[in-house]
C-alpha cells in the first residue's frame, strides 16, 4: 500500500495554515476504514439527451482567472469543504491537464469545475491519485475532481455540466469517459445518470492512515446503482 501525494500535500498545506482540527478529523477517519464507489461510464457514441441547469451555462477551458472565485475560502465553510478546496489546488499544481469550467453565462462567472484527463497521461494519474482509478485504455478519459463552490449549489449544474464535459474526450480520441462516485453519494449517482453515465465497475478500497489498498470488481451488464 502506498501514500497518494494528493492527499498527503493537501493535509501539509492545512497544517501550514494552522488548520490543525481540519487535518486531525481527516486523519481519524483514515486510521482504519472501508469504503465502495462504483465506476461509471458513458459510450459517446450513444447519443444523450443532455440535462440542463436552472441557468444557462457554458463550458471552457479554466483560466488563471477563475481561480479565485472557484477556490476561495469562505469564513463559514465547514472542514470538509476546506479540504476539498485544498485538494483541488494540489490537483493544479500537479499540472495534470484538462481542467474545464462551467460559466453562468448571465454573468460570465465560473460556476463549476471538473478535470477530464486522457490515456496519454496515464502515468501523471497514477502518481498522483496513486491507484485510485485503473488505467486508462487509449480510447477512455477519466472526469474527476468535480467542485461546485458553495453559492452556486442547489443549480442542477453537476449533471449538466459533467454531460457536456464528458463530450470534450472526443477531442482526446476518446470514445469511453469514466468517473468514480461513492457508493452512498446519491445526488452525484443521479447526477451522473443524468448525465448519460451507467456503473460498470465496483471499487473497494481499505484504508490505513495515508495508505490505501484498491481493487475493482466488474458489475453485470444489468446493474443499477
Known amino acids: 500500500m502506498k501514500s497518494r501525494p494528493g492527499l498527503v500535500q493537501t493535509a501539509?498545506?492545512?497544517?501550514?495554515?494552522?488548520?490543525?482540527?481540519?487535518?486531525?478529523?481527516?486523519?481519524?477517519r483514515r486510521l482504519w476504514s472501508r469504503s465502495t464507489a462504483y465506476g461509471l461510464r458513458r459510450d459517446l457514441e450513444v447519443p444523450v439527451a443532455l440535462p440542463t441547469a436552472k441557468i444557462p451555462i457554458e463550458i471552457r477551458k479554466?483560466?488563471?482567472?477563475?481561480?479565485?472565485?472557484?477556490?476561495?475560502d469562505l469564513p463559514d465553510v465547514d472542514a470538509d469543504t476546506r479540504w476539498e478546496i485544498r485538494l483541488r489546488h494540489a490537483?493544479?499544481?500537479?499540472?495534470?491537464?484538462?481542467?474545464?469550467v462551467a460559466v453562468d453565462q448571465r454573468t460570465d462567472t465560473p460556476c463549476y469545475f471538473q478535470w477530464l484527463m486522457g490515456a496519454t497521461h496515464n502515468r501523471e494519474i497514477q502518481t498522483f491519485f496513486h491507484g485510485t482509478f485503473p488505467m486508462l485504455r487509449t480510447n477512455e478519459?477519466?472526469?474527476?475532481?468535480?467542485?461546485?463552490?458553495v453559492q452556486c449549489r442547489g443549480m442542477g449544474i453537476m449533471a449538466a455540466a459533467t454531460a457536456r464535459i464528458a463530450e470534450r474526450a472526443l477531442d482526446i480520441g476518446a470514445r469511453?469517459?469514466?468517473?468514480?462516485?461513492?457508493?452512498?453519494?446519491?445526488?452525484?449517482?443521479?447526477?451522473?445518470?443524468?448525465?448519460?453515465?451507467?456503473?460498470?465497475?465496483?471499487?473497494?478500497?481499505?484504508?490505513?492512515?495515508?495508505?490505501?489498498?484498491?481493487?475493482?470488481?466488474p458489475l453485470p451488464e444489468d446493474f443499477s446503482a
Do not use: M, W
Open 141 to 149: 478519459a477519466l472526469l474527476e475532481n468535480a467542485y461546485t463552490p
Open 62 to 72: 479554466l483560466i488563471d482567472s477563475d481561480i479565485p472565485a472557484l477556490l476561495r
Open 91 to 100: 490537483h493544479l499544481k500537479s499540472g495534470i491537464p484538462q481542467c474545464y
Open 12 to 28: 501539509c498545506q492545512l497544517l501550514a495554515e494552522g488548520r490543525i482540527d481540519d487535518v486531525s478529523k481527516r486523519v481519524a
Open 176 to 217: 469511453y469517459v469514466i468517473t468514480f462516485v461513492d457508493q452512498h453519494n446519491v445526488p452525484s449517482l443521479k447526477g451522473c445518470k443524468k448525465a448519460g453515465f451507467a456503473p460498470y465497475v465496483e471499487r473497494h478500497e481499505q484504508r490505513i492512515l495515508f495508505h490505501s489498498r484498491i481493487s475493482f470488481d
